[in-house]
Structures are given as C-alpha cells and as structure tokens.
C-alpha cells in the first residue's frame, strides 16, 4: 500500500505547479492526507493538509495563501495547487496518509508520527 505523488518540475519563481497525490489498492476517501516536503539537508517539514470528512485544511504559515489542496474522491486523488512558488519551496514533496490515531486532546495536524503509506516524493525546483 502506497501513495504516489507526481507533478514537480522545474519552474520559474512565481509560477505554479500541481501535484497530485494517487493511491493505489485502497481508497484515499477514509483517511486525512497531508503533504510534507525535504529540501536538502534539511529536516522534513509539514506543508499542508485535508480532512477525509468534510475536507477541513490547514496550511503552514509559509505556504498560506499560495498553495491549495483538494480532493476528488471519484478521482481517489488529492491535490496541491502552489502558485506564486518561491525558491525556497525547492523540495522533494510527499503525501502521505494519516493513518495512526491518537487522543482528541494530543492531535495536530499533520503529526508525522500518524502518517503512513508514504511514496517516493516529487522534485519540484522553483529557479530565481
């Protein structure tokens, strides 16, 4: 069981990209799904997330307001729309599914210790 995700490229600073996030073999509709993204020599860091109920985001300071996730459940897809892409969001970008539980009480968004099912990434380099 595996989440892939695809879409990166090379890009100028300012422009856009769309990543989609496919799964295979299981339903992507039960789960919370989140992007995290690992620039080099850097630690993983959280980017975005949506809710498998009624589709509740949250993004990190750092992305809000230029990136957009979404899913088409028909589709068992979930997306992130990044636009106005700055260089320092050069990274290789993963989904993943939220697919631990914890208490109400000690839940956050994107706690990578929930998530499972990650992919391989996809390299998205935003030239200056």
């Known amino acids: 069981v595996q989440l892939q995700a695809c879409g990166g490229g090379l890009v100028q600073a300012g422009g856009s990209l769309r990543l989609s996030c496919a799964a295979s073999?299981?339903?992507?509709?039960?789960?919370?799904i989140g992007w995290f993204r690992q620039a080099p020599g850097k630690e993983r860091e959280r980017v975005s997330y949506?809710?498998?109920?009624?589709?509740?985001?949250y993004y990190v300071d750092s992305v809000k307001g230029r990136f957009t996730i979404s899913r088409d459940n028909a589709e068992n897809t979930v997306y992130l729309q990044m636009n106005s892409l700055k260089p320092e969001d050069t990274a290789v970008y993963y989904c993943?599914?939220?697919?631990?539980?914890?208490?109400?009480?000690?839940?956050?968004?994107?706690?990578?210790?929930?998530?499972?099912?990650w992919g391989q990434g996809t390299q998205v380099t935003v030239s200056s």
């Open positions: 993943a599914a939220e697919i631990r539980k914890t208490s109400a009480q000690d839940w956050e968004p994107l706690d990578p210790f929930l998530y499972g099912y």
């Open positions: 073999g299981f339903s992507l509709n039960r789960y919370n």
């Open positions: 949506i809710s498998s109920s009624i589709g509740s985001t």
